[in-house]
């Protein structure tokens, strides 16, 4: 694939595109990259979902991509204007690692499994199939969707290279 077809997703972000090109996001720990695709128009889309709710946005404007609730909307809505059709849509994810061990039984700690869950309740809301996730565990990963097949490449330095 040639390098230019390239589009970076970086932290607290999101992008679309049609066929052709690969979205690629880096430094996923308890971070979710979500991706949505459309099956016959190969619009693609992916998010780096950093939180779970913007109930906690402290920010003055929110960042849509920052949040599970308000990036996975978002993202619909930037995909559907280039042709995709929500009825069509299939979603695959990958992060949400817990990266560090704590001993606290408190849930504001669970940032990455709490993003997971965030994240497929938004997909359920919206009657997305996720169709495949790599999630949980903890160590970090890089993913990259290939928007004219809808493959979604997972590469970590403990697991190597998969494709889902």
Do not use: W
Not at 123 to 131: D, K, S
Request: charged content about 20%; hydrophobic content about 40%.
């Amino acid at each position: 694939m040639i390098q230019d077809h390239v589009m970076k997703v970086g932290m607290a972000d999101l992008n679309v595109m049609k066929p052709g090109g690969v979205l690629k996001t880096t430094g996923l720990g308890s971070c979710v990259g979500l991706t949505l695709y459309d099956t016959r128009t190969q619009v693609a889309g992916m998010a780096h979902v950093m939180l779970p709710s913007s109930e906690i946005a402290k920010e003055g404007s929110l960042n849509l991509a920052k949040y599970a609730d308000t990036a996975i909307p978002e993202l619909i809505r930037r995909m559907t204007e280039l042709g995709a059709s929500l009825s069509r849509m299939v979603a695959k994810m990958a992060g949400g690692a817990q990266m560090f061990a704590f001993s606290s039984g408190n849930d504001t700690l669970r940032i990455g499994p709490r993003n997971v869950e965030s994240c497929k309740a938004m997909l359920e809301q919206y009657q997305i199939p996720l169709l495949a996730e790599d999630t949980g565990s903890n160590y970090g990963r890089t993913i990259e969707f290939q928007a004219e097949t809808g493959i979604l490449i997972i590469r970590s330095v403990q697991q190597g290279v998969k494709e889902i």
